[in-house]
């Protein structure tokens, strides 16, 4: 899996802005139109529902109650932007919607994004640590989803139709997700199978805005829910290919990795997210909080 955030922002720090050029406007030859016999229209077809095209998408790829069950996740993935001879590995943990994504590409550097509590941060080469705001928030919260279509009311204000286009013989509809502060996602789902093919958005950082598409494919189970393992980001001025390589469903995650680096110190491992959440057989027992500390008595009552 990828982390478009973390994608996008490489592709930034490793490219220089241009802008192509448009060639001229090709004249339009004129012809007489010959009348035709009229026709009876056919039926337009029922228009889709966008909030159930969603809904049906998040059970071709294995059902709410796969998602809703699942507490937390680890993936790694082989990361290639031909164009540029650049190659990297990512990672991600996420829980509970808190997460941590890290990229370590050769020649660029480590590029790190987090979220604690929904208080997203960024790490890389250029502008070194710092908490992100806005929409750049926004999008850091929503590119670690695992199944957008199953949390995009957790990220995303709206949701509307934008139309249905045959690409390859295949329908694929187009439905856009708007964020509170105005971000924009057109998430396309192919009609007959209800998979996500590919999501459009412009990403937001320090260096300004690029415009992102991510493409999936090769789609696996894994313990009941289908994931891509393939994915193609089209930046415009370059490619970049995530391929997975491994993916755990409810693992155990270091919680203290979701924390902005420089405030370390103020995390006790252990107390951010309770253990039970994620495996219940580690639910403290009642008479555990009456137990005292090892090496301290406790204190006589009366």
Request: net charge neutral; proline share 8%; glycine share 8%.
């Amino acid at each position: 899996m990828i982390t478009p955030r973390s994608v996008a922002l490489a592709l930034s720090l490793s490219l220089t802005a241009c802008t192509p050029s448009s060639g001229p406007d090709q004249a339009t030859p004129k012809f007489e139109a010959t009348p035709t016999p009229a026709v009876a229209s056919p039926k337009a077809a029922e228009p889709l529902d966008p909030e159930k095209l969603l809904a049906d998408s998040v059970d071709a790829m294995g059902g709410a109650a796969k998602f809703d069950a699942l507490k937390s996740f680890y993936s790694e993935s082989q990361l290639s932007m031909g164009a540029l001879g650049l190659t990297g590995v990512a990672k991600t943990w996420w829980r509970g919607g808190d997460f941590y994504s890290e990229t370590e590409m050769p020649g660029v550097g480590q590029m790190k994004v987090g979220s604690l509590g929904g208080k997203a941060w960024s790490d890389d080469p250029i502008n070194g640590p710092r908490a992100l705001s806005g929409k750049e928030a926004e999008q850091a919260a929503w590119s670690a989803a695992l199944c957008l279509a199953h949390e995009w009311r957790r990220h995303f204000k709206t949701v509307e139709m934008v139309g249905v286009k045959t690409v390859d013989g295949k329908q694929i509809a187009e439905v856009a997700l708007t964020s509170a502060l105005g971000d924009r996602v057109v998430l396309r789902i192919d009609v007959a199978t209800k998979l996500p093919v590919s999501q459009s958005f412009t990403q937001t950082n320090p260096m300004g805005e690029l415009p992102a598409t991510v493409t999936f494919e090769d789609f696996r189970e894994v313990d009941g829910v289908k994931i891509a393992f393939k994915q193609l980001m089209d930046a415009s001025l370059t490619k970049a290919v995530s391929t997975t390589t491994k993916v755990e469903l409810n693992a155990p995650v270091d919680e203290t990795k979701f924390v902005m680096p420089g405030t370390e110190r103020a995390v006790v491992p252990g107390a951010l997210v309770d253990p039970a959440k994620v495996d219940p057989t580690k639910a403290a027992a009642p008479e555990d909080s009456e137990k005292p500390a090892k090496g301290k008595r406790k204190p006589d009552k009366g």
